[in-house]
């Protein structure tokens, strides 16, 4: 009798976990096409020189919104989900996401071999994951771990360049390229950590829960991530505005 009332509690959790996850497709899907709207009305509400950022941070969230309209349609709970569709959006969405640090800075000399470096680590990052969830054994580990390395150099790339740059910018300025790090420190960490669960563990629970991970860390991470990019350009514009009137 035990057993069966095990096995019954087992099903049950599988069965909030996968509504959850149905649930957070749909979510972020609706989530990422609001913010996309928000971006472009509120893109003429900053100066001139952080619009392009704005426009990023809606180009992200569009491309996200597309994908996860995509991803609600195509999630079986319990199986392996399609990996392309994320990895589609992935190395069309962060390479965005890291040119965002140039453009806030408004950066001259230098800039293109900034985003050049940046994208070039982004892009092997990706497509080294990306060859790592679709192979086994040595390599796939080996894979892993590369796309980690890339993923330090990025991290290394912001701590040192970008930081050293963000110095003479205004104290607005700072302050959000200080919290866009952070998103690429802490909130990128999730996708290894979830790359790693799945394979640890091929359980339909395990496989369920990372997708969930993987919808939650979204969300947070390219939406989060355009506010805090939207709200620093946004704080300069009314400085400016403060002193000049």
Same mark, same amino acid.
């Given at each position: 009798?035990?057993?069966?009332?095990?096995?019954?509690?087992?099903?049950?959790?599988?069965?909030?976990?996968?509504?959850?996850v149905?649930?957070t497709?749909?979510?972020?899907?609706?989530?990422?096409?609001?913010?996309?709207?928000?971006? %472009?009305?509120?893109?003429?509400?900053?100066?001139?020189?952080?619009?392009?950022?704005?426009?990023?941070?809606?180009?992200?969230?569009?491309?996200?919104?597309?994908?996860?309209?995509?991803?609600?349609?195509t999630?079986?709970?319990?199986?392996?989900?399609?990996?392309?569709?994320?990895?589609?959006?992935?190395?069309?969405?962060?390479?965005?996401?890291?040119?965002?640090?140039?453009?806030? %800075?408004?950066?001259?000399?230098?800039?293109?071999?900034?985003?050049y470096?940046?994208?070039a680590f982004?892009?092997?990052?990706?497509?080294?994951g990306y060859?790592?969830?679709?192979?086994?054994?040595?390599?796939?580990?080996a894979?892993?771990g590369? $796309?980690?390395?890339?993923?330090?150099?990025?991290?290394?790339?912001?701590l040192?360049?970008?930081?050293?740059?963000?110095?003479?910018? $205004?104290?607005?300025?700072?302050?959000?390229?200080?919290?866009l790090?952070?998103?690429?420190?802490?909130?990128?960490?999730?996708?290894?950590?979830?790359?790693?669960?799945?394979?640890?563990s091929d359980?339909?629970?395990?496989?369920?829960?990372?997708q969930?991970?993987?919808?939650?860390?979204?969300?947070?991470?390219?939406i989060?991530?355009?506010?805090?990019?939207?709200s620093?350009?946004?704080a300069?514009?009314?400085?400016?505005?403060?002193?000049?009137?």
């Amino acid at each position: 009798m035990s057993f069966f009332l095990a096995f019954s509690d087992v099903i049950t959790e599988a069965t909030v976990l996968q509504e959850l996850v149905k649930y957070t497709f749909f979510v972020g899907y609706i989530a990422m096409g609001t913010a996309f709207v928000f971006f %472009l009305a509120e893109r003429g509400n900053v100066l001139p020189e952080y619009r392009r950022t704005v426009t990023l941070s809606a180009l992200v969230v569009g491309v996200a919104a597309f994908h996860y309209y995509a991803m609600k349609n195509t999630y079986v709970p319990g199986q392996t989900f399609p990996t392309e569709f994320r990895y589609i959006d992935w190395i069309i969405t962060t390479p965005l996401m890291l040119i965002k640090f140039p453009a806030m %800075l408004g950066i001259r000399q230098g800039a293109k071999s900034l985003i050049y470096k940046l994208v070039a680590f982004d892009v092997a990052m990706i497509l080294l994951g990306y060859i790592g969830e679709v192979t086994t054994g040595t390599l796939q580990w080996a894979m892993f771990g590369s $796309s980690c390395l890339c993923w330090l150099a990025i991290v290394g790339v912001l701590l040192t360049t970008v930081k050293s740059e963000a110095s003479s910018s $205004s104290p607005e300025i700072q302050s959000g390229i200080n919290s866009l790090i952070a998103f690429v420190t802490i909130g990128w960490a999730i996708y290894p950590i979830g790359f790693a669960v799945r394979y640890i563990s091929d359980s339909p629970v395990a496989l369920d829960g990372v997708q969930l991970v993987y919808n939650i860390g979204d969300a947070i991470n390219k939406i989060g991530f355009g506010l805090v990019a939207y709200s620093a350009a946004l704080a300069v514009t009314h400085a400016k505005q403060s002193k000049e009137a």
